[in-house]
């Protein structure tokens, strides 16, 4: 009796672990169960449009007072739109989570599931009730904070944000690292949230 119970305890859990609780794909996206962040397999979608064609024009004609930015933003020569501030850097881009796959696929997943490089800190959340998305310290001395964010296309959507070229070599001059909550609340970058939901309109990442 008592090794039946176990049994379907253990194949309860497992039911739980291959089964995370995500809802259908709709139009607007649907709010994300909190608890899905706890789950490694989840479905995720990439057939939606991206978000913004990875240039600054795609993005609103505001930006730079969106984001209280004291200079005007420009695309890059690879792509992404960019800012220097005199607290450090910012880009907006579609871009890639570094996965090793032959095919050169850019999947949300491998970010998801930490595989793209290893970091002093690492996070997933819940964005907007209504995406996945990741938060990533990394650098000698946890200058750089990156916010990947899963919009149902096959490249994510990635804001980050770096302090100051002179700061972080004074850091590393003293061996000394940018405390992860300094990171967390002062670099890394909430731009996410002035410019998503203006660019991908009752979207998210089950959205059709």
């Known amino acids: ?15 739980a672990c291959t089964s995370p609780p995500e809802p259908p794909t709709g139009s607007p ?13 989840l479905d995720f979608n990439l057939s939606r449009p991206e978000v913004f064609d990875n240039t600054c024009e ?7 007072s969106l984001l209280e930015l004291r ?25 890639s989570p570094g996965a090793a796959r032959k095919s050169k696929a850019q999947h949300f997943v491998d970010v998801w599931n930490g595989d793209r490089v290893s970091g002093h800190y690492f996070q997933r959340s819940i964005l907007l ?6 938060t990533v ?14 919009t149902g296309a096959e490249r ?15 850091l590393q001059a003293v061996d000394v690292d940018q405390p992860i909550d300094r990171a967390m609340r002062d670099f890394c970058p909430r731009a996410w949230e002035t410019v998503l939901p203006l660019i991908d309109e009752n979207g998210g990442s089950r959205a059709r």
């Not at 009730?129 to 990741?134: K, N, P, S």
């Not at 990394?138 to 990947?148: A, D």
């Not at 994510?156 to 972080?168: G, H, I, Y």
């Open 129 to 134: 009730d209504r995406y996945y998305a990741t």
């Open 1 to 15: 009796m008592g090794t039946r119970l176990m049994a379907l305890l253990a194949v309860a859990a497992l039911t």
């Open 71 to 95: 200079k005007k933003p420009y695309t890059g020569s690879g792509g992404g739109c960019h800012a220097q501030e005199e607290w450090g850097s910012l880009s907006i881009e579609l871009f």
């Open 137 to 150: 310290v990394t650098g000698e001395v946890n200058e750089y904070c990156t916010v990947t964010v899963d």
């Open 29 to 41: 996206g649907p709010k994300l169960d909190p608890q899905a962040i706890a789950y490694d397999n």
């Open 156 to 170: 994510p959507f990635e804001v980050q944000a770096s302090m100051k070229l002179e700061e972080s070599t004074g």
């Open 58 to 64: 795609t993005l609103p004609s505001d930006l730079q």
